[in-house]
């Protein structure tokens, strides 16, 4: 026979009486009644305080009795001290939430840490690498995301005619979202709808809504949160229960209270049988059976769910007479299928009282035979190829298989298909296959995360390449010529537009210009405070003379790319500076006067007299101002000087 039937069963006998079913079960995780062995319920994550003085190592870990738990730093076992902090702390019965605190981070603590969780019932372990940033020495690299995580138990409540099944999340970036019906998944109709509210930092409020639920909705919902970091998923069993407007039912056998003028030779029904499930050798019949007594004999009801059952080809009702008030109710199933799986309820009632008897019929198919064969594997890590100077690039992923395998890209989460810039190619290369994406003319948008799943009936793989893509520098105006008569100098400025550090240099007719310390010539770079992503470039040339006339050159170079400015000519007249000579002539002609003046004190009082009849000079700066270093904590002194004549 192509199916197993399978009955909830609470004693030993061949074909015992089920044990009651709740309304509404929400099921996160049985919790046997023996031991269980330690299994890290979550991939451990390193985290970093709120001061960002310590790094945190943090992994979840079940098991019962309470496990213990070592720490080890490649082979060496950690022990606490100033600067390390184990912790172990009862999250909820039979969870622990363990911790391992790294204060003063030093570069010998790289490496990979190992955490081993001991109890009677055996053992478990979990690893975690610390790598450093190489740009910035010594200093610990955080993974900058947060693996999904569900922090507490699914929930279900009613709300008027919706269920709704709810599960709080904790990830970054905000993962991929997927409802699943046992192994189907849970699509968005008129009934259904997934929401997901972002309801603090980093946290989600999940919710699949179900409005005019019915039997046909039961079943194990399972939500599954994916990004980057990892994948978690939260179990919400379903189960309905019938009753036309009865209490939900209790475990046993139930009597009503006896009404106040009750005839002496009356009673309820009364179990003298538990109700069981007794299948034929050939499975071809099951027949759902118990045994009642009840003065007068009682009404009698069967149920599937919420639905009476009629009497028909594939139900037939039996209600036998035994003899001394006593019954047997028998239910048959006629050649029994998946479809008549699910809760069975018979009512029994008279004017004494009622009674519920309640069946689970469990209908399995027979394992399906496991297929032999390979599934897909790497041959090599998966790689992204620039060519033809940056205006192709391949996101390639190799792979052994026995025969070719189907290959799904995706990016940003969402499944891509060809288009005039992106085309797929899948071929098979000596003895492995490659399947590539070749991106022509990238732009900016198409930087991101790729991912290609490869998989056949055996099994599948996962490949994330990410794409950055740096655009090469861009020279928008002709660059800008400014005159400081009071320097002496002339600056040519120019906005350069890039992404990366941008590297400049100035040519006077095709001459590349030297800016070494103490040369006439001297290149500054500042980034914009208008525009973000904008450099200012400037070239400044003191003590101009009519031989810095000329075409002044641009060139931006970048690791992708360079850009050339348009030519700008410097003029004559843009590099004399006769009014500057005259102010320092006069000014110098005033620091010699004044330098008289203090020598021959006796002759100021005339002097003045004298020159204040003369037209008095506007005052001229004969310095200008300086850039100091000072450390922290050390004192600037600023100074300013006037003299009157």
């Known amino acids: 026979m192509p199916e197993n039937i399978k009955s909830q069963q609470e004693t030993t006998s061949e074909n015992p009486m089920p044990q009651s079913v709740s309304i509404l079960t929400v099921m996160n995780a049985a919790i ?24 945190i190592f943090q992994c979840r870990l079940a098991g019962e009795p309470k496990p213990s738990l070592t720490w080890y730093h490649g082979e060496k076992k950690v022990t606490e001290s100033s600067r390390v902090k184990m912790s172990m702390k009862l ?15 030093e570069a010998g603590d790289a490496g990979q840490y190992k955490a081993i969780a001991k109890n009677d019932s055996g053992e478990s372990q979990a690893t975690i690498n610390l790598t450093f940033d190489e740009s910035v020495a010594g200093k ?85 949160a994916f990004n980057p970091f990892g994948d978690s998923n939260a179990n919400i069993d379903l189960n309905f229960e019938t009753g036309e ?39 071809t019949l099951v027949t759902m059976k118990f045994k009642v007594r009840s003065k007068p004999k ?82 090599e890590k998966p ?6 100077d940056g205006k192709l690039i391949m996101l390639i992923v190799r792979y052994r298989a026995e025969s070719k395998c189907e290959c799904i890209w995706s990016f940003k989460e969402t499944r891509i298909t060809e ?14 296959w490659e399947s590539r994406v070749e991106l022509t003319d990238p732009a900016p948008e198409n930087a991101g995360l790729y991912k290609c799943v490869v998989n056949n009936k055996y099994g599948e793989i996962n490949a994330n390449l990410s794409l950055n893509i740096e655009v090469a520098p861009v020279i928008r105006d002709r660059p800008i010529v400014k005159k400081v008569e009071k320097k002496k100098s002339v600056v040519l400025q120019c906005a350069v537009q890039g992404t990366q550090d941008i590297d400049v240099q100035w040519f006077k007719e095709g001459q590349a210009i030297s800016a070494s310390k103490g040369a006439r010539f001297s290149v500054e770079k500042k980034k914009s405070e208008i ?88 005052p001229e700066l004969s310095s200008y101002l300086k850039n100091f270093i000072k450390k922290e904590g050390e004192s600037i002194e600023m100074k300013c000087r006037l003299e009157e004549e």
């Not at 009644?33 to 451990?44: K, L, S």
């Open 298 to 379: 009682a009404e009698m009801q069967w149920f599937k769910g919420t639905q009476k059952i009629k009497e028909g080809a594939k139900f037939a009702v039996k209600y036998n007479t035994l003899g001394n008030d006593e019954y047997e109710i028998m239910l048959e199933i006629s050649k029994p299928c998946g479809d008549d799986g699910g809760d069975y309820k018979c009512m029994m009632k008279n004017e004494y009282g009622q009674l519920q008897a309640k069946l689970n019929l469990n209908i399995e198919a027979e394992p399906a035979a496991v297929p032999t064969g390979q599934a897909p594997t790497f041959v």
């Open 531 to 618: 525009r973000e992503g904008e450099t200012i470039v400037q070239l400044e040339i003191h003590d101009t003379e009519i031989t810095d006339q000329g075409s002044y050159q641009l060139v931006a170079k970048s690791e992708t790319g360079e850009t050339q400015s348009q030519t700008v000519t410097l003029q004559e007249e843009q590099v004399k500076m006769e009014a500057a000579e005259a102010s320092l002539e006069s000014v110098s002609a005033a620091t010699e006067e004044t330098s008289v003046k203090k020598k021959k004190k006796k002759v100021v009082k005339k002097k003045k007299k004298k020159e204040a009849e003369k037209e008095i000079p506007k």
């Open 245 to 283: 407007g009865e209490q939900p039912p209790q475990a046993g056998p139930q009597k009503a209270a006896e009404p106040a003028k009750a005839p002496a030779d009356g009673f309820p029904p009364t179990f003298t049988e538990k109700p069981r499930i007794v299948p034929n050798e050939s499975g």
């Open 140 to 224: 610990p690299k955080i993974p900058d995301g947060v693996a999904p995580r569900f922090p507490s138990k699914p929930t279900i409540r009613q709300e008027g005619d919706n269920l709704v099944m709810e599960c709080q999340l904790e990830a970054h970036p905000l993962p991929e979202i997927t409802w699943y019906r046992g192994e189907k998944r849970v699509e968005e109709t008129t009934r259904i709808r997934h929401e997901c509210k972002n309801i603090s930092k980093h946290k989600f409020l999940l919710t699949l809504t179900i409005t005019n639920p019915s039997m046909a909705d039961g079943g194990l919902y399972r939500c599954n």
């Open 91 to 105: 999250d909820k019965k039979m969870y622990y939430l363990c911790c391992l605190e790294i204060s003063n981070v």
């Open 419 to 432: 288009t005039k810039v992106m085309k797929f190619v899948h071929e098979k290369s000596y003895d492995y």
């Open 383 to 388: 790689k992204i190829v620039t060519k033809e």
């Open 32 to 55: 046997p009644t023996g031991g269980v062995e330690p299994t890290f319920t979550e991939r451990p994550v390193i985290r970093q305080s709120d001061e960002g003085t310590k790094i």
